[in-house]
C-alpha cells in the first residue's frame, strides 16, 4: 500500500463517516425537538402529503362544528321562547274558560279581559325578541337556517321556522283577541286550545331538531379525534425510541472523531522514513 501526504485515504472515509453520524444526530435532534419524524415533505413526501390532508379536514371539521353550535344556540334559544309561549298560552286558557261563566259581573269580567289582553300582548314580545345575531326562527321572517354537517359542505341540518306569532298558522289567537263577552270568551277558548296543541308540536319539532345537531356535533368531534390520532401515527415521533438513538449516535459520533484523529495522524510516520 502507498502512503502519500496529499492523499489521506483513511481521513476521507473517517470524515465521511463521521458526516454520515451527524447528519442522523442533526435528524434525531430534529425529532426531538420538535416531536414529529415528519416534519417536512422532504422527510417522508408520502406520508406528509396524507397527514396534510387529514390536517385540512380536522380544520374543515371545526368550522362545521362551529356552524352547529351557532345554529343549535339559536334553536335553543327559539326553544326557550317557545316554552315560555306555551305557558302564557296555559294561562291565556285560564283567563278564556274563567271569562265563560255567565255568573260574572262587568267588573270581573273586565279584569279578565285586561290579564288575557296582557298575557296576549306579551306574546308578541316574546316572538319578537328571541333573536340570536339578527336571526329569529319563530317570528316567520326566516324560512329556515341550514348547518354544516360535513367537511366538504356537501351536507346540511335544516331547521325550518315555526312561526309562533299572533294570528298565524300555529297560534290562532287574533292580536285582538278578547274575553270582554261571553261569545267572545267561548271563541278565544277554542282558539287558544287548538292554538296550545299547536305550540306544543312546534317544541317537540325544535327540540328534535336541537338533539339532531347536538348528536351530530358530538359525532364530529369523535371523528375529529380519530384523524388527530391517524396524524400522530404518521408524523409523530417514538420519543423513546429516539433518545435511545440519540446516546447512540452520540457515542458514534466520538468514535467517529477519534477515528478521525487517528486517521489524520498516520502521514506523521512518513517523517520516520528519512531518520
Do not use: C, Y
Request: glycine share 4%; charged share 15%; no cysteine.
Amino acid at each position: 500500500m502507498s502512503v502519500s501526504v496529499n492523499t489521506n485515504v483513511s481521513a476521507l472515509v473517517a470524515l465521511q463517516n463521521l458526516n454520515a453520524t451527524n447528519r442522523q444526530l442533526e435528524t434525531v435532534q430534529t425529532r426531538i425537538n420538535t416531536g414529529l419524524k415528519v416534519a417536512s415533505a422532504k422527510d417522508n413526501g408520502g406520508a406528509f402529503a396524507i397527514a396534510q390532508k387529514l390536517r385540512g379536514d380536522v380544520r374543515s371539521l371545526d368550522v362545521v362544528n362551529q356552524s352547529l353550535s351557532r345554529v343549535q344556540s339559536l334553536v335553543d334559544v327559539s326553544s326557550a321562547a317557545g316554552q315560555a309561549i306555551s305557558d302564557l298560552m296555559v294561562d291565556l286558557k285560564e283567563k278564556a274558560l274563567a271569562a265563560t261563566d255567565t255568573s260574572l259581573d262587568a267588573t270581573s269580567r273586565g279584569a279578565l279581559n285586561e290579564d288575557f289582553k296582557a298575557l296576549r300582548d306579551q306574546i308578541s314580545t316574546i316572538v319578537n325578541n328571541a333573536s340570536l345575531s339578527g336571526t329569529n326562527l319563530i317570528n316567520n321572517s326566516t324560512a329556515s337556517v341550514s348547518a354544516l354537517a360535513n367537511a366538504d359542505g356537501t351536507s346540511t341540518i335544516t331547521v325550518l321556522d315555526e312561526a309562533l306569532q299572533l294570528s298565524g298558522s300555529i297560534i290562532t289567537v287574533t292580536t285582538t283577541e278578547q274575553v270582554d263577552t261571553i261569545t267572545n270568551a267561548k271563541a278565544a277558548l277554542t282558539a287558544v286550545n287548538a292554538s296550545l296543541t299547536n305550540v306544543n308540536a312546534a317544541l317537540a319539532r325544535l327540540g328534535t331538531k336541537s338533539r339532531a345537531l347536538e348528536i351530530h356535533a358530538d359525532f364530529l368531534i369523535k371523528l375529529s379525534d380519530s384523524l388527530v390520532g391517524s396524524i400522530g401515527n404518521l408524523v409523530d415521533a417514538d420519543l423513546a425510541k429516539e433518545s435511545a438513538k440519540l446516546q447512540s449516535l452520540q457515542v458514534k459520533q466520538q468514535l467517529g472523531v477519534q477515528a478521525l484523529s487517528i486517521a489524520n495522524q498516520s502521514p506523521q510516520t512518513i517523517l520516520s522514513f528519512f531518520q
